[in-house]
């Protein structure tokens, strides 16, 4: 099996189109040197030898490649006419990683690798530049220090310990930037930093080429293991055996001298899908330079740079002389660089990320992949490629990943509200969207708060992996470093995060935790608010508004509703829900859950009435209280959803939710009742159940207490008449919950039937309706046969089939199921997504035994997994007529149903 895929000088072993094998980014450096795109020559060590190292460690890997590498370094060496470990001639390599899906910044990469005291002395007399050489050294061991024998701060308060090192030297020269560092002052801290390593790790600095290769190739597949990418690849649902493939290329040099440079590019704005071309760059610096934050890098082209400008408020004049653009500092450079981007996103039909270096003048391409982007972004793209062409309908449908839609959904800054702040810094717009916050510093303060349902923003100096939970659980991110490509700018774009990079005014104390900024110093705790639009920070919080749904948005959706086999309903106890539900493009209401609206007012108190009488009687008088706020309530549901089916699920959980448990209330009710506190407080506590979710409850309610659902269905059956007579076309869905038994759905159907046949009668007036049933004991997927000779439909109730088919009580599960994901026991939390080889084959079973009795029988989905992406499409599969979501998922589940019926035609 070939396990090593080398590429170079116009020729490839790989393709684009082995993507799972290769990695992204090998599989796209290999197609790149196929179309004549100028990329430095290497090899590719394949995903599945990270799946071998993950199992069988360094040794065997090292063993089963070692003839394939030094093959492949040899290939390197032929193309490019130097030679790795020579003292006279040396080969300098870069060794990144490349998983199938990109994941920016999540493992690692070492670069100048092959450099020791002999090669250093080659370079600079080969190059005529001295400072070049020691400086690529000097990046050398700090990077490898770092990646492949761990130097890491000791702890969160503290900087990079070679930071340090490298800070004590400038600030004994009286120097700020890292370009200022003479040749001496590079040599000093090549020796400072190999003494720092000596110290910590208590190992000499590995001066062999070979020894350092293998360190970092391993150090790469370790990677895919560190927390930061394991975290990653849970939040994007990334399988683990996937693994990483490894990328070893000749280096070219981005920090030569001033005719040198290195860069990062988009072909499109990432933030807003604007069709610009925009990056950008550093003269005389390294890859990571530009990323890291560390030196705020410059615009590519002359409009970003100018539009930059008045972001940071800098004049015409200053910023051509001080922050020139690539086209007005390296005209021919950055001509070539705008042709190949040109031609990498006419090749790949999609919004490409590009990284560049100039080595001397001469343009190199290092990466080229997909661009991670906004989900305004990911909509404004694929409608303006679809406008032109470039793409057809179902591939501008299938680029949508469905949970980015929610960004689209979630509020904005009300204008007028944003007049009257005080704006306290300004940044730059890394990540659109509306944030406000309380300010912390740390990613564990940041979880932590979180956890306690805080909303946090955190502040950094600058941003690096490690953060990544931190900034996961964060409304925004606020940085003082780094540009548009910077990591904290491409990570929130990624994850749909508010946040403003590059703020050069504010000053963050990490010891003292505070931030001073518009003349004012905020502790950790204090509220701000930050508009990732606009780059500013406001001071305290500011309202917000609901975004905007029309254009581009609108459009995807008109797409998604042309292809769609399911509908979407929404899961919706108001009319306000319903109508919110409705604008997104719901065609009716999946589960309507009545025991909502008892909590309100008076009606709580009717209902305790009702729970606490001794009689049916008694039961009946309270119940009369009730019926008219049911009555009023559908009402306005069914006219909110005119035309279109309405679901409404009987009385649901267990009475002792709805009697008061504290003394004072129970007092209170007692007066109310006129009964004693002792009678209250006994009937509250014969209400206790050891395991309410399977006592007392759904239709065993409606079976020990016919009453109950004989008023329910009343006040549905006269509301759907009430609507009938103003003109409104009324669809009424009665559904029964909790059915285990065929007999329980039969006894509350009759009921039903009973009533509606009652009111028919009294009204002279009649209005079709159905009865069915929730599927949601693993009992009534079993006997589903049986339960459609009564159903006329089905919604299966995934939150509570989920619960009973694992065992798992929803309310206590957090305690376990994280652990349960970070051991692998579990892939994801199967209340959020649908577990599919378990409760999906008591769906499957369901449908297939419901239909098999009833063909016609319509079929939907009302748990929470309604809008989970991956569920939804599960769903389609079995031929569902319906999912249905909460309001603000109807987008996303709309996109993902349309998604699998254009899956299910390829």
């Known amino acids: 099996m070939k396990r090593v895929y080398t590429f170079g000088n116009g020729k490839a072993e790989g393709r684009a189109d082995m993507k799972n094998l290769l990695g992204g980014k090998g ?34 890997v090292v063993k089963e490649i070692k003839g394939d590498v030094e093959k492949a370094i040899a290939h390197i060496e032929s193309l490019t006419g130097t030679k790795f470990g020579d003292a006279s001639n040396p080969l300098l390599v870069s060794v990144r990683s490349g998983a199938r899906v990109s994941m920016p910044g999540m493992m690692d990469t070492v670069l100048n690798l092959g450099m020791n005291d002999d090669a250093v002395e080659a ?205 007005e500092a390296m005209p021919e450079c950055a001509k070539a660089l705008i042709e190949t981007q040109q031609k990498l996103e006419d090749y790949f039909k999609d919004m490409q990320d590009l990284e560049f270096t100039i080595q001397d003048g001469k343009l190199w391409l290092l990466q080229t992949r997909n661009g991670k982007r906004t989900g305004a972004a990911m909509v404004k793209i694929a409608m303006d490629m679809l406008r032109a062409g470039i793409i057809d309908e179902k591939t501008a449908l299938k680029r949508m990943e469905a949970q980015k839609l929610d960004e689209l959904l979630h509020p904005v800054f009300d204008k ?116 990732g639009s606009t780059g500013d920070v406001y001071d305290g919080q500011v309202p917000t508004v609901d975004a905007d749904m029309s254009g581009d948005f609108a459009a995807i959706m008109n797409l998604a509703e042309k292809y769609t086999r399911v509908d979407v309903r929404t899961n919706a106890d108001t009319p306000r829900d319903a109508a919110v539900a409705r604008k997104f493009g719901a ?15 008076d009606r709580i108190k009717a209902m305790r009435e009702m729970i606490l009488s001794k009689d049916e009687e008694g039961r ?85 207490y016919p009453e109950i659902t004989e008023m329910q ?83 299966f109730g995934t939150n509570d089939l989920t619960q009973m088919t694992f065992g798992y009580s929803r309310d206590d599960a957090g305690k376990f199921l994280k652990i349960y994901k970070e051991k692998g026991i579990l892939k994801t939390d199967p209340f959020e997504v649908l577990d599919q080889k378990g409760v999906g084959q008591l769906v499957r079973m369901g449908v297939e035994k419901g239909r098999s009795t009833k063909p016609s029988l319509k079929v939907g989905i009302c748990g929470e997994h309604g809008g989970e992406p991956s569920s939804v499409k599960f769903c389609a599969k079995l031929g569902m007529n319906y999912v249905s979501c909460s309001p603000y998922r109807v987008p996303i589940a709309r996109v993902a149903a349309a998604q699998a019926a254009i899956e299910d035609t390829l």
């Open 27 to 60: 599989a796209n450096l290999a197609e790149m040197n196929l179309i004549g795109v100028p990329v430095p020559p290497g090899f590719t060590i394949t995903t599945e030898v990270c799946t071998t190292y993950t199992q069988q460690g360094k040794e065997a």
């Open 123 to 327: 370079i600079a007399k080969k190059s005529g530049n001295a400072r070049f050489a020691w400086d690529s050294y000097r990046r050398f061991v700090q990077m490898y220090g770092d990646v492949v024998l761990g130097m890491k701060p000791k702890t969160k308060e503290d900087i990079d310990p070679f930071e340090e090192v490298m800070d004590k030297v400038k600030e004994a020269k009286g120097i700020k930037s890292d370009t200022e560092l003479q040749v001496e002052d590079l040599k000093e801290l090549v020796k400072l930093f190999k003494a720092a390593v000596k110290e910590n790790t208590g190992k000499d600095f590995p001066a062999s080429p070979w020894e350092q290769l293998w360190g970092a190739i391993c150090a790469v597949f370790d990677s895919w293991m560190n927390e930061r990418a394991i975290l990653y690849r849970r939040m994007n649902q990334i399988p683990e055996e996937w693994g990483t493939a490894v990328n070893v290329q000749a280096m070219v040099f981005g920090n030569m001298g001033n005719t040198s440079a290195t860069g990062v590019a988009f072909t499109r704005d990432a933030a807003t899908g604007e069709d610009i071309f925009n990056g950008e760059y550093l003269i005389n610096a390294q890859g990571e330079d530009v990323v890291a934050g560390v030196r705020t890098p410059q615009q590519i082209t002359l409009e970003g740079s100018r539009r930059w400008a008045a972001l940071q408020g800098i004049s015409e004049e200053e910023r051509a002389t001080k922050y020139p653009s690539l086209e």
């Open 416 to 531: 007028d509200a944003i007049k009257r702040v005080k704006v306290v810094a300004k940044g730059l717009p890394a990540s659109p969207g509306a944030a406000t916050g309380q300010i912390v510093f740390f990613a564990d303060d940041a979880e932590a708060w979180a956890e306690k349902r805080k909303k946090v923003i955190m502040v950094r100096i600058e941003t690096s992996p490690e953060d990544l939970r931190g900034m996961s659980v964060a409304q925004g991110i606020l940085t003082a470093r780094g540009g548009m490509t910077s990591h904290a700018a491409v990570v929130a774009r990624g994850m749909g995060k508010c946040c403003v990079s590059g703020a050069g005014e504010i000053k963050v104390d990490y010891k003292a935790r505070t931030v001073e900024m518009g003349g004012k110093v905020y502790k950790e705790g204090d509220w701000i608010s930050l508009n």
């Open 587 to 601: 065609k009716g209401i999946g589960l309507c859950r009545t025991e909502h609206m008892f909590f309100e007012g």
């Open 620 to 704: 009946r008088h309270a119940l009369d209280k009730l019926l008219p706020m049911q009555r009023s309530d559908f009402e306005g549901i069914f006219e909110a959803m005119d035309g279109l089916g309405v679901t409404i699920r009987l009385l649901d959980p267990p009475l002792h939710e709805f009697v008061p448990h504290q003394l004072a209330t129970q007092k209170e009710l007692a007066e109310e009742m006129g009964m004693s506190i002792d009678e209250v407080k006994l009937a509250c506590d014969a209400l206790e159940e050891f395991n309410p979710m399977l006592g007392h409850r759904g239709c065993r309610l409606g079976c020990t």
């Open 713 to 795: 269905a009343r006040a549905i059956i006269e509301a759907a008449l009430n609507v009938k007579a103003k003109g409104i076309d009324v669809h009424p869905e009665i559904m029964v919950p909790l059915v285990g038994v065929v007999e329980e759905l039969r006894m509350q159907a009759e009921v039903i039937h009973r009533t509606a046949a009652q009111v028919f009668e009294e009204r002279g007036d009649t209005v079709a309706y159905k009865v069915g049933t929730m599927i949601e004991v693993p009992r009534a997927a079993v006997t589903a046969d049986q339960i459609a000779e009564v159903a006329d439909f089905f919604s």
